[in-house]
T-cell receptor, first 114, second 111 residues
């Protein structure tokens, strides 16, 4: 059973389109992090959300943490080919457990076509 | 600005051989983590250190795996008697608080 479900698993869009990817769990997390990973490289941290209902913006990327701290979404406006990559969500402090062990979803593989 | 570094970046070995990977964390970070990532999956937690103390180990870390962080700085991950199922990307991360920063990984291929 995957603790963090990410959807969709694959997404292919044209440059300029908007998109939203989701990260859902039945468990409560103390914080949730979003990463972007390119082939053959390690994940790069994009944002950390901590408070239920929190919204953070990073240029064209908007991240939201659910009120119950069980789910999160990432919205990209006017996607560009440079946004192509594997987007991973990772939760820490599952159900009051260790804040240091990250539980990852399988990721959403995004391809933005020129 | 130096991030997390890992060495080697790629390792090809024959089944039954021992391999060792090294991770150098961001210098002021006291926590260091090892994860394993297979194709089509997100990273899976293996173990973590606070300074030189290994505080948690996953069930994934069989007795063939051992990790050390002798002086609280760099860390090594050794796999003894490698098996084909050990083929994966081995990722190291470090943190001072909750945000973990990852290195580029070591890609292990066991033939």
């Amino acid at each position: 059973t995957q603790l963090l479900e990410q959807s969709p698993q694959f997404l292919s869009i044209q440059e300029g389109e908007n998109l939203t990817v989701y990260c859902n769990s039945s468990s409560v997390f103390s914080s949730l992090q979003w990463y972007r990973q390119e082939p053959g490289e390690g994940p790069v941290l994009l944002v950390t959300v901590v408070t239920g209902g929190e919204v953070k913006k990073l240029k064209r990327l908007t991240f939201q943490f659910g009120d119950a701290r069980k789910d999160s979404s990432l919205h990209i406006t006017a996607a560009q080919p440079g946004d192509t990559g594997l987007y991973l969500c990772a939760g820490a402090g599952k159900s009051g457990g260790s804040n240091y062990k990250l539980t990852f979803g399988k990721g959403t593989l995004l391809t933005v076509n020129p | 600005d130096t991030g997390v570094s890992q060495d080697p970046r790629h390792k090809i070995t024959k089944r039954g051989q021992n391999v060792t990977f090294r991770c150098d964390p961001i210098s002021e970070h006291n926590r260091l983590y090892w994860y394993r990532q297979t194709l089509g999956q997100g990273p899976e937690f293996l173990t973590y250190f606070q300074n030189e103390a290994q505080l948690e180990k996953s069930r994934l870390l069989s007795d063939r795996f051992s990790a050390e962080r002798p002086k609280g700085s760099f860390s090594t991950l050794e796999i003894q008697r490698t098996e084909q199922g050990d083929s994966a990307m081995y990722l190291c991360a470090s943190s001072s608080y909750n945000e973990q920063f990852f290195g580029p990984g070591t890609r292990l291929t066991v033939l």
